[in-house]
């Protein structure tokens, strides 16, 4: 079984100030790990993946995140949010391509 | 814009009756997904299409079906709909069952 906990359903920083958003998961195999980001009435969109090969990645918009397999962590960090960040954030574990577990989702709020 | 569009957008339809979404994939991708998207909750995994086959199922009772054509293009079929399949239905494409999907803009179902 799998499964994804994101560990904050709402953030709030600071334009400008550091971003962290939590994800642990639960996997029986090695997972593959990804962040979408879903801004409103906007569809979803990849910001980036773990498929077992580097365990830091990079992703876009100055996004990445870090692969802790001791941990069960996939953790989601910006240097420096910007106002346009403020979206709702997906954490996502495929086990296999034919089924994929989102978690439940964290609201992410840019203050000026 | 990922190339997976959704129609219709949205759609409003009375409880007992029965609705069919329709998902165009990205070109070359023979794949397609469906999660259903409750308001304030993570999507949550429907079924997926692999060259016209069932490959996948999440936990949706039987009067949720799909299709696959040729083209791999796919249909969402809900029979009987009940106030709680009111949702955003999402469609994501990927090619031969990879994991980096390519989500459409969702179409917005209310059953009233």
């Known amino acids: 079984a799998q499964s994804v906990t994101q560990l904050d359903s709402h953030v709030s920083v600071s334009e400008g100030t550091p971003v962290l958003l939590r994800c642990n998961y639960s996997s029986s195999y090695s997972p593959s790990l990804f962040w979408y980001v879903q801004h409103p009435n906007k569809g979803l969109q990849l910001l980036l993946k773990y498929t077992s090969a580097a365990t830091l990645v990079k992703g876009i918009n100055g996004f990445e995140a870090e692969f802790k397999k001791s941990e069960t962590s996939f953790h989601l960090t910006k240097p420096s949010a910007h106002m346009s960040d403020a979206a709702e954030y997906f954490c996502?574990?495929?086990?296999?391509?034919?089924?994929?577990?989102f978690g439940d989702g964290t609201t992410l709020t840019v203050k000026p | 814009e990922t190339g997976v569009t959704q129609s219709p957008t949205h759609l409003i339809k009375t409880r007992g009756q029965q609705v069919t979404l329709r998902c165009s994939s990205q070109s070359g991708h023979n794949t397609v997904s469906w999660y259903q998207q409750a308001l304030g909750q993570g999507p949550q995994f429907i079924f997926q299409?692999?060259?016209?086959?069932?490959?996948g199922r999440g936990n949706f009772p039987p009067r949720f079906s799909g299709l696959q054509f040729p083209n791999y293009s796919s249909e969402l079929n809900v029979n009987a709909l009940e106030l709680d399949d009111s949702a955003l239905y999402l469609c994501?494409?990927?090619?031969?069952?990879?994991?980096?999907?390519?989500f459409g803009q969702g179409t917005r179902l209310t059953v009233v």
């Open positions: 299409y692999y060259r016209e086959e069932e490959n």
């Open positions: 994501a494409s990927t090619w031969d069952r990879g994991t980096e999907a390519f």
């Open positions: 996502v574990v495929i086990l296999n391509a034919g089924k994929s577990t």
